[in-house]
DNA sequence: GCCACTAAAATGTGATCACAAAATTTAAGA
DNA sequence: TCTTAAATTTTGTGATCACATTTTAGTGGC
């Protein structure tokens, strides 16, 4: 399970919060290609369990739009088109911008230190053409530095972004690899160092903007 | 059913989606408390139908934070804090900016007309201290001009917003009323009549600012 | 009157069933 | 071989049930 989106490693409570959990992280680690179909009834028996908890774990994928319902009911991976790219794009820009500047009074050596450790993590992934742990660390790295600011409403709207991205960044990663992604964690991480606001800001501009912006109209399908 | 929440007036595909849109409407007019309990089989029971659907509508408010699930599993109107008020203040703002912004070359002169009338019926709630009209009308203005960019991602993720606060504001106009409410919108459509991005930024921040962060500790609860 | 304790009612969760709609397979015809 | 149509299977939705947990009501004691 994902560290950065479940950091305290709960133990699930209900079936439904395990199977939500489960569905969301195979998402996040490209198990999922755009416009697979997801059955209720085959979830359930693969992840042991009645079709009920299923339901409404898939009923809350689709509502943070991490899935979609087809019109015909059927439960799918979301396809990706320049609009929704160009919209997510966006939204994270001016959220995790947001999110950031919160987290910026929070920031200590601890809390640098342990960026640091992240980048070091992304960039051996990023060296050893590791999609799986660049992935990985990545995430850790962004929602480490937002999480400092403590937000709550704002980081889940974040998470929902960064889900809906995910299994068109895997089919890219998959058909490109991961050596020429562009690396703005060391300017992020100076802005950080000294509280530089705007430096910040760039920073996470450009990371998404390069990420995300170089998926041309090909890659959408 | 509101307007600019569900503007096609469509038919619902299924009994989840009625009671969903139903919940939510009754979210936005205020007819929840903060704090107030909601049960499954009672609104089943209220709603004619069985506890299943009404399952599924609450799981996806919940997950939209429209409502919030206490840890003995009840579903319950959330209550509001200074912390989660400033995260959706934040938000809003930033959207709610960039969803403007992408409305701007939308604008016509039909588009300005439909504004200016939506202006008119704030303007008069606001007078009649009709609180259900005001409620609708700032709504209907706000989405309809957020509507012209087409957004889909950024749309849902300010609706969310709004749903959030909702409860809270009734709370506040049932106190105070809304006469003494800060009216930015002839600043707003001016900015879109004249297509300046800075003014029309200036206007939403303000409009945001001066409504909820007017709402101080003691309201809270 | 107020608080602790017990009993009863109500609630959320997960499982199962029925049914109509959709997807898939099979069969038939050219 | 390809297309179309019928038959079969699979699927999502909504209803109902069982059970453990929680909430509420009721009771007794001070």
Redesign the interface.
């Known amino acids: 399970m994902t560290r950065a989106f479940n950091p305290t490693q709960e133990v699930f ?2 079936t ?1 919060e395990r199977v939500y959990f489960q569905v969301r992280d195979a998402i996040l680690r490209g198990k999922f290609l755009p416009g697979h179909a997801i059955t209720i009834r085959g979830l359930a028996a693969e992840l042991d369990c009645s079709p009920m908890p299923v ?2 774990a898939l ?2 994928l689709t ?3 991490a899935l979609e319902v087809s019109d015909t ?1 059927r439960v799918t991976v979301p396809t990706m088109t320049l ?2 790219l160009a ?2 794009c ?2 994270r820009v ?2 995790e ?2 999110a950031a500047e ?1 987290a910026l009074p929070f920031v200590d050596e601890e809390a640098l230190e342990a960026l640091c450790e992240l980048d070091t993590r992304v960039n051996i992934a990023l060296e050893e053409k590791d999609i799986e742990q660049y992935v990985t660390a990545n995430l850790d790295f962004h929602f480490t530095l937002y999480r400092l600011g ?5 980081l ?2 974040i998470e ?2 960064w889900l ?1 991205t995910a299994p068109l960044q895997h089919l890219v990663f998959q058909r490109f690899g991961v050596q020429e992604l562009p690396d703005r964690h060391k300017d992020l991480l100076m802005g950080v160092a000294r509280g530089d606001v705007e430096q910040v800001r760039r920073a996470i501009r450009q990371d998404i903007e390069e990420g995300l912006g170089s998926i041309s109209a090909e890659e959408l399908l």
């Not at 403590?150 to 704002?154: G, Q």
């Open positions: 409570r209900t439904q339901r409404e009923r809350r509502s943070e739009r009911r609009e929704k919209e997510i966006a939204a001016v959220l911008c947001q919160q403590r937000p709550h409403i704002i889940s709207l929902s972004l809906q």
